[in-house]
């Protein structure tokens, strides 16, 4: 029999190495455990770093959808960008904001002075990539749609405005004027607004008029005449330097209507010369339009306008419909410096911005902005918006075509930064067919292979330096907003649709010009030959200028 001291060595000699498996065992526990830990660890890091690049690049597609819709706010979305990496051919503009970051900006359906566009925002930070997408609504409020409108309008030859509204600052020169029974002329009749008078050339011979009961009684009878408004007020944006003024005296006055200030209270010079022609002594410089019918409540929107429309008179040189100056008129001998003392005219002038705001509306369905008003003519039509009158009305410029005024000038910048291909000549140049190779606003080259067609309208530039003149030769049609920044001769046979904008003269050589739909300068517009402009309706035209910008869907692809 052995002893327990024999038998208990027995017992550890059979457990040998035990311990040794046992902290193994434990060690490889502790290995996997943290080995998990760390996996872990990682992964939410991981994650974390791929949600933070999410965040990130959501945050600069956003931004880049509202950095283009400011672009298209301010009119200048396609000029200020360079592209830096390939483009979607179906693009209208493309470019790249900043490192990583790429925005398009795609037509998606044009109407007249307005359009819904597409934002696509691609952005990537990291490890993540967002592609954001928005459709905006833009709307031109520079000056009305499918209008004749320049600085002054001189028509001879065989130039005729066949119908559509013609408004200019200073004075209208007719060959043949616009008349509501012309072949395609539609409702609402059209009307002639001037800021100063309005004329006919022979056969027609109608001598200057400086009011609408003048007119009237320079060709009794005739209605298309009875709608010649001469005398008219002239307009500013809301931004310029008579725009802050008079925005600076509403503010100051509309608490105390009819009760302006010492420092608006100016009277204009005795013996100053109105638009009209009639001595201004002793007028108030500032003060309101309430724009209130007879026996019918003001068309001005209480809430809006308390006082009225704020105006200013301010005085111009005004140049006759030869192009020289006036010999009589007297101008603000306060100014500084100080204008000659002939060739002036002292102009109503009011701010664009409310008188679009409170006389015109935004049709969704023409995509377009039109008259408030019934087109028939008949009034008290139903408001359709903010713009209310007492009785849930709405102003009237239709039935009441007195209250009307004068756009300003285009923003010359804008229209001139903003469009698809561009042909310079610094002295002009001679367009006979397609293709032509031009620029686009950021310098890159683009190939014009028409002026737009109706299914892809575009915005097209004649570019020359001053004094530079364009000759267009051959049978061409278009589609959209063209731009002819000089002087341009047409010998052959043109019909454009949409909007042209001339800076300088348009002439029709041997050729024949037709414009469906608007016909601005930036200028002096002069008409010479067989040119007819039928104005009015909802022509397509591309949109270009400052604009109002209304957000409709936004997606994430």
Same mark, same amino acid.
């Given at each position: 029999?052995? #002893?327990?001291?024999?038998? +208990?060595?027995?017992?550890?000699?059979?457990?040998?190495?035990?311990?040794?498996?046992?902290?193994?065992?434990?060690?490889? /526990?502790?290995?996997? /455990?943290?080995?998990?830990?760390?996996?872990?660890?990682?992964?939410?890091?991981?994650?974390?770093?791929?949600?933070?690049?999410?965040?990130?690049?959501?945050?600069?597609?956003?931004?880049?959808?509202?950095?283009?819709?400011?672009?298209?706010? $301010?009119? &200048?979305?396609?000029?200020?960008?360079?592209? !830096?990496?390939?483009?979607?051919?179906?693009?209208?503009?493309?470019?790249?904001?900043?490192?990583?970051?790429?925005?398009? %900006?795609?037509?998606?359906?044009?109407?007249?002075?307005?359009?819904?566009?597409?934002?696509?925002?691609?952005?990537?930070?990291? &490890?993540?990539?967002?592609?954001? @997408?928005?459709?905006?609504?833009?709307?031109?409020?520079?000056?009305?749609?499918?209008?004749?409108?320049?600085?002054?309008?001189?028509? =001879?030859?065989?130039?005729?405005?066949?119908?559509?509204?013609?408004?200019?600052?200073?004075?209208?020169?007719?060959?043949? $004027?616009? !008349?509501?029974?012309? *072949?395609?002329?539609?409702?609402?009749?059209?009307?002639?607004?001037?800021?100063?008078?309005?004329?006919?050339?022979? *056969? /027609?011979?109608?001598?200057?008029?400086?009011?609408?009961?003048?007119?009237?009684?320079?060709?009794?009878?005739?209605?298309?005449?009875? &709608?010649?408004? *001469?005398?008219?007020?002239?307009?500013?944006?809301?931004?310029?330097?008579?725009?802050?003024?008079?925005?600076?005296?509403?503010?100051? @006055?509309?608490?105390?209507?009819?009760?302006?200030?010492?420092?608006?209270?100016? %009277?204009?010079?005795?013996?100053? @010369?109105?638009?009209?022609?009639?001595?201004?002594?002793?007028?108030?410089?500032?003060?309101?339009?309430?724009?209130?019918?007879?026996?019918?409540?003001?068309?001005?929107?209480?809430?809006?306008?308390?006082?009225?429309?704020? $105006?200013?008179?301010? #005085?111009?040189?005004?140049?006759?419909?030869?192009?020289?100056?006036?010999?009589?008129?007297?101008?603000?001998?306060?100014?500084?410096?100080?204008?000659?003392?002939?060739?002036?005219?002292?102009?109503?002038?009011?701010?664009?911005?409310?008188?679009?705001?409170?006389?015109?509306?935004?049709?969704?369905?023409?995509? @377009?902005?039109?008259? &408030?008003?019934?087109?028939?003519?008949?009034? =008290?039509?139903?408001? %359709?918006?903010?713009?209310?009158?007492?009785?849930?009305?709405? *102003?009237?410029?239709?039935?009441?075509?007195?209250?009307?005024?004068?756009?300003?000038?285009?923003?010359?910048?804008?229209?001139?930064?903003? $469009?698809?291909?561009?042909?310079?000549?610094?002295?002009?140049?001679?367009?006979?067919?397609?293709?032509?190779?031009?620029?686009?606003?950021?310098?890159?080259?683009?190939?014009?292979?028409?002026?737009?067609?109706?299914?892809?309208?575009?915005?097209?530039?004649?570019?020359?330096?001053?004094?530079? =003149?364009?000759?267009?030769?051959? =049978? /061409?049609?278009?589609?959209?907003?063209?731009? +002819?920044?000089?002087?341009?001769?047409?010998?052959?046979?043109?019909?454009?649709?949409? !909007?042209?904008?001339?800076?300088?003269?348009?002439?029709?050589?041997?050729?024949?010009?037709?414009?469906?739909?608007?016909?601005?300068?930036?200028?002096?517009?002069?008409?010479?030959?067989?040119?007819?402009?039928?104005?009015?309706?909802?022509?397509?035209?591309?949109?270009?200028?400052?604009?109002?910008?209304?957000?409709?869907?936004?997606?994430?692809?």
């Amino acid at each position: 029999m052995q #002893s327990p001291v024999s038998e +208990m060595l027995k017992h550890i000699a059979r457990e040998r190495g035990a311990a040794l498996v046992t902290v193994l065992l434990f060690v490889v /526990l502790i290995f996997i /455990l943290i080995s998990a830990m760390l996996a872990v660890s990682g992964n939410e890091a991981i994650v974390a770093s791929l949600q933070r690049d999410s965040v990130q690049a959501e945050d600069l597609a956003q931004a880049g959808i509202q950095d283009a819709t400011r672009r298209i706010m $301010y009119g &200048r979305y396609s000029a200020q960008f360079t592209s !830096t990496v390939p483009c979607p051919t179906t693009a209208t503009w493309c470019g790249a904001g900043w490192p990583g970051v790429t925005v398009t %900006v795609t037509r998606v359906f044009i109407g007249t002075n307005a359009g819904y566009l597409q934002i696509d925002a691609t952005a990537t930070a990291g &490890r993540a990539t967002r592609h954001l @997408t928005a459709l905006v609504l833009q709307q031109v409020i520079a000056f009305p749609p499918n209008i004749t409108f320049a600085a002054s309008v001189a028509s =001879n030859g065989a130039a005729t405005i066949a119908c559509g509204d013609v408004y200019s600052s200073s004075f209208i020169q007719y060959k043949n $004027y616009p !008349t509501n029974t012309a *072949p395609g002329c539609t409702n609402p009749p059209p009307i002639t607004y001037a800021g100063w008078r309005t004329s006919a050339v022979p *056969p /027609l011979g109608i001598a200057a008029c400086y009011t609408n009961a003048a007119c009237k009684l320079a060709y009794p009878g005739n209605n298309d005449v009875a &709608r010649w408004w *001469p005398g008219t007020r002239v307009t500013a944006a809301a931004s310029s330097t008579v725009g802050l003024t008079l925005l600076g005296f509403q503010n100051t @006055t509309d608490a105390v209507c009819n009760n302006p200030g010492p420092s608006y209270n100016t %009277v204009l010079p005795s013996g100053s @010369t109105l638009q009209d022609n009639t001595p201004g002594s002793g007028l108030k410089q500032f003060g309101y339009d309430k724009d209130t019918p007879i026996s019918v409540q003001s068309q001005l929107v209480p809430a809006l306008f308390p006082c009225g429309l704020p $105006y200013e008179y301010i #005085s111009q040189v005004v140049k006759d419909e030869g192009g020289a100056v006036l010999p009589d008129g007297t101008c603000d001998p306060s100014a500084v410096p100080p204008q000659p003392l002939v060739g002036c005219r002292w102009f109503k002038t009011i701010i664009f911005d409310q008188w679009f705001q409170n006389y015109w509306r935004f049709d969704q369905i023409q995509l @377009t902005p039109v008259k &408030r008003g019934n087109p028939n003519g008949s009034g =008290n039509q139903p408001c %359709v918006d903010a713009i209310c009158l007492s009785g849930n009305v709405q *102003p009237d410029l239709i039935l009441y075509p007195q209250f009307g005024a004068v756009p300003p000038f285009p923003d010359t910048s804008t229209v001139m930064s903003n $469009y698809d291909c561009m042909l310079y000549g610094a002295a002009g140049g001679t367009l006979n067919s397609f293709p032509q190779t031009g620029t686009k606003p950021n310098g890159s080259p683009c190939t014009m292979t028409d002026l737009g067609t109706a299914s892809n309208p575009g915005i097209f530039v004649l570019g020359c330096a001053s004094g530079g =003149n364009w000759t267009i030769n051959g =049978n /061409l049609t278009g589609y959209g907003t063209l731009v +002819m920044n000089c002087n341009s001769v047409i010998n052959g046979t043109v019909t454009y649709n949409g !909007t042209i904008i001339v800076n300088g003269q348009l002439q029709a050589g041997t050729g024949n010009v037709t414009v469906n739909g608007g016909l601005v300068a930036l200028s002096t517009l002069q008409l010479i030959g067989n040119i007819t402009v039928n104005g009015g309706g909802t022509v397509t035209s591309v949109p270009t200028g400052t604009s109002n910008v209304y957000g409709k869907a936004w997606w994430e692809r």
